[in-house]
């Protein structure tokens, strides 16, 4: 429940406990007794070939800047693959710099899968044990965008149209490939994904 409800319900009730006082609680007891088991998740998403990673911005009125900022809630988190529970880790920065993930990421040894973010880029060419894939999701999206501006009709037979199915097909047949274990799967991807990326190269 939002602390904003609690606080109602309280007041309801003639207890006086404002929201922010509920929030330091809170703060405090998650460094106090759950700092552990965060560090512990981190170590788990290292063991991964593959890390995903993303930032997305949220409105902070209070954390010492004069007025309103754009802060930033990073995440990190493992696949879903080989039937293993996903690792998920949220971070909160106050800003959008490359550092914050330089040092998430230190000492891993894998694929970071991610957007077209130069932080991540950055630190792949800093770091030679970290490469950099690209993110189809974030990819689809431009093109999605782009059949929705021009409509059905205008969209047919365009490249965008043909990148939105075509990236459909790449889900699909990863999806098909549940069954198969990581080595499986990775020769299966080359296999299928290379001859439709040529093809695509080619028109």
């Not at 007041?11 to 929030?23: D, K, L």
């Not at 459909?168 to 080359?190: F, P, W």
Request: glycine share 6%.
């Amino acid at each position: 429940m939002p602390l904003y409800r609690l606080e109602q319900e309280f007041e309801r009730n003639e207890v006086h406990i404002s929201r922010q006082t509920m929030a330091n609680w809170v703060i405090r007891s998650s460094k106090r007794y759950l700092s552990l088991l965060y560090d512990r998740m981190h170590q788990e998403i290292y063991r991964g070939p593959v890390i995903h990673a993303d930032e997305t911005p949220v409105k902070v009125k209070k954390d010492g800047r004069d007025t309103m900022y754009n802060s930033y809630m990073w995440v990190y988190c493992t696949g879903t693959k080989d039937g293993q529970q996903p690792v998920i880790l949220y971070e909160y920065q106050k800003t959008r710099n490359s550092i914050y993930p330089a040092k998430f990421l230190k000492g891993y040894t894998g694929t970071v899968a991610c957007d077209g973010f130069e932080a991540y880029h950055k630190i792949s060419r800093e770091n030679e044990d970290i490469k950099i894939a690209g993110c189809w999701t974030h990819t689809t999206r431009k093109y999605a965008q782009i059949c929705r501006l021009l409509g059905k009709k205008a969209s047919k037979g365009t490249l965008a149209e043909a990148a939105v199915a075509q990236i459909g097909a790449i889900y699909h047949t990863d999806n098909s490939l549940s069954g198969y274990d990581r080595e499986q799967r990775k020769v299966r991807r080359k296999n299928r994904y290379r001859h439709w990326l040529m093809l695509s190269l080619r028109g």
